[in-house]
């Protein structure tokens, strides 16, 4: 009976990670669409890419936070490239051509309170070259 069970079980894994990605997915679009309207920019292919994922230890449990790519354009000749960056299916910030837009999850405001300010916002996105 075990032997029946895990191929099973191991199929609804699947299944469930696979439509958690694609929830992320959706959320990340409707962002980077968003939040391109809002800066007056034209959001390229109308579609985001995932640049990167891994497990993280919150509060609420283990949730995964993704970094999704997108290209956007300023002027309609120069194409652009975005990220949002997402933890489960709460947004984590945008970056868009210098700015950061950040919105933090309910259940870590507390800890940004006692936390001392910094003037610089860390994205793991940038890399000196």
């Not at 990220?83 to 910030?93: D, M, P």
Request: charged share 25%; with cysteine.
């Amino acid at each position: 009976m075990l032997t029946t069970l895990a191929p099973l079980l191991l199929l609804g894994l699947l299944a469930m990670i696979w439509y958690t990605g694609a929830r992320a997915r959706e959320t990340a679009v409707a962002i980077s669409r968003a939040a391109c309207q809002k800066e007056g920019y034209q959001l390229l292919d109308d579609t985001v890419a995932l640049q990167r994922f891994a497990p993280r230890w919150t509060s609420s449990g283990l949730r995964m936070r993704r970094m999704y790519r997108f290209e956007y354009s300023v002027e309609g000749t120069l194409r652009e490239t975005g990220y949002v960056l997402l933890l489960g299916n709460t947004l984590e910030s945008v970056h868009i051509q210098g700015r950061h837009t950040i919105e933090q999850p309910p259940e870590e405001e507390e800890e940004a309170e006692s936390r001392p300010a910094a003037k610089v916002i860390p994205f793991p996105g940038n890399r000196r070259r």
